[in-house]
């Protein structure tokens, strides 16, 4: 290896040993639940995206099971040769019933579903408009294109006007772009007064819901259900790895924006398509979503928040904006929210720290996500030990 890189790697590591940021990988031991097995430690977990416990439930592995045994384990090639499956397509429209489109098209990943709708949809003649805090996923789409940028300040729809009067007319095509639950402060973003504005303008409107598919709306089905907005927002793209419990990412949309992702989208074009098991794993918690035990998993979901949440907030803790499962507890400087983080894990609870540059220097964190597998003596628990960690730390 070529000294430079050495000196380069050891420069860089050595900084985030200094700032008390450097971390190694923590280890799940098992299955993800609401208790894990961590680095050899049984703790409760508060760091999933499982919200609502799907990722091992029987009838999920049973689909799984099935369709390995009768389909293979792997399509063998990219959609647009032969990796196109029959049950590709059953999925595909499944989703787009969920999420009440013309159609949807699944990705490999939510982050590529981001570089999959926005590349094709924007040339040098148009303008992207970005929320400030929109998940890494949407900024790299955005970087693969050559159309203009702008950035409005988060969720502020008077900044975002403000843009979309300043460029009225100077572009062929605006995209406004916005996470439907923000990943990182839990808070949901304002689609219907987005949706007035981009109606107003003439702009397209994009949602990314990862963390709101399964979790806000008519059986789970996202922030466009949330403000009864369907038929008027045009794209929403989402993941399977979340609440839904396996892996990769859609688009839903309309017919003929579907059509053009499958002659353009470049992760479509160069990727292997799903194996048959996730995808019928992703079939299977579609349709247990919109029965009755999927509304009782999302009811107590929300039931599990509402507990710990409150619970924080007594304790005197800041939990900042958030209004859904994702509830941050922010300390300030990063390794302040690190040195919380590993002493809440020595004491029985899993609650990842987060620093710049994913948030703000001041705003350093350790990120809690409840789910519906936990139970309200595990949450109970979880407070407790937050207490007498944040009594230790003098954060409350």
């Not at 958030?322 to 919380?340: D, F, K, N, Y």
């Amino acid at each position: 290896m070529p000294k430079s890189l050495d000196d380069y790697l050891d420069r860089e590591l050595g900084a985030l040993r200094d700032q008390g940021l450097f971390r190694t990988l923590r280890i799940l031991d098992g299955p993800q639940g609401a208790r894990a097995t961590i680095d050899g430690q049984t703790v409760i977990n508060l760091s999933a995206n499982n919200y609502l416990g799907l990722n091992t439930h029987p009838a999920l592995c049973a689909a799984a099971i099935r369709a390995i045994e009768a389909l293979g384990v792997g399509s063998g090639a990219v959609r647009t040769i032969i990796g196109t499956m029959a049950i590709h397509e059953e999925l595909e429209r499944k989703l787009a019933a969920f999420k009440h489109t013309e159609a949807s098209l699944v990705f490999q990943s939510g982050f590529t579903a981001n570089a999959g709708v926005i590349g094709p949809l924007l040339t040098e003649q148009d303008l992207v408009i970005s929320d400030e805090l929109n998940h890494a996923s949407i900024i790299d789409g955005i970087r693969l294109t050559k159309a203009d940028r702008r950035v409005y300040a988060h969720c502020d729809v008077a900044s975002l006007e403000a843009v979309l009067r300043e460029t009225q007319g100077r572009y062929a095509k605006t995209l406004i772009i916005t996470d439907g639950v923000f990943s990182m402060d839990g808070d949901i973003a304002p689609l219907d007064r987005i949706a007035e504005l981009a109606e107003r303008y003439g702009a397209i409107t994009m949602v990314d819901d990862a963390h709101a598919s399964g979790v806000l709306g008519d059986h789970g089905s996202g922030t466009v259900s949330h403000f009864k907005l369907h038929g008027r927002w045009d794209i929403q793209v989402g993941t399977l790895s979340k609440a839904i419990g396996a892996i990769g990412g859609y688009v839903a949309c309309s017919a003929r924006l579907r059509q053009l992702m499958e002659h353009r989208a470049r992760p479509l074009l160069f990727s292997t398509s799903h194996p048959p098991s996730v995808t019928a794993t992703c079939i299977a918690a579609l349709d247990l979503l919109q029965s009755a035990e999927g509304e009782a998993l999302i009811d107590r979901l929300w039931q599990n928040t509402r507990l710990f949440k409150r619970g924080l907030e007594a304790l005197g803790f800041n939990t900042g904006i958030s209004q859904t499962p994702i509830t941050p507890v922010i300390v300030g400087e990063g390794a302040r929210a690190m040195e919380l983080s590993d002493r809440l894990f020595a004491a029985g609870v899993f609650a990842q720290g987060i620093a710049y540059p994913t948030v703000a220097r001041d705003k350093g964190r350790v990120r809690t996500i409840v789910t519906a597998a936990h139970t309200p003596e595990d949450l109970h628990e979880a407070l407790n030990v937050f207490e007498h960690v944040g009594r230790q730390m003098r954060l409350i």
